[in-house]
């Protein structure tokens, strides 16, 4: 079992940046797969960025690339989302997920966080 906990949302305006955290509780933390999905209201979870268990791959939703970046620090167990550039339609809540395979199905994510919530005033 695994335990996922963000943080760092809030309310910021458009152009503006925020910076999300995932700590993992488990030790094995190093051989899973992290991605950040996120669900606005009455939309279906949208995947949004995963990254390797190594660090050395990641993947980005079209819509985010060039303004999210994922990282992680195997050392830390933690999982980063730094989010530029915000737009009103990045509102939603956020949340981390941990696999292991480096895809952007929610399914393929058996662990889960509770969410954080991240608003983009116009």
């Known amino acids: 079992q695994v335990q996922l906990v963000e943080s760092g949302g809030g309310l910021v305006q458009a152009g503006g940046s925020l910076n999300l955290s995932c700590a993992a509780s488990r030790r094995t933390f190093n051989n899973d797969a992290m991605a950040w999905f996120r669900q606005a209201p009455g939309k279906e979870r949208e995947f949004v960025a995963a990254?390797?268990?190594?660090?050395?791959?990641?993947y980005y939703a079209d819509s985010v690339k060039g303004r999210f970046t994922i990282s992680r620090s195997n050392n830390k167990n933690t999982v980063y989302l730094q989010m530029n550039s915000l737009k009103p339609e990045d509102t939603a809540v956020y949340s981390c997920a941990a696999g292991l395979s480096v895809l952007p199905y929610p399914t393929m994510y058996p662990y889960w966080g509770q969410g954080t919530q991240v608003t983009v005033s116009s």
């Open positions: 990254i390797s268990w190594t660090g050395g791959s990641s």
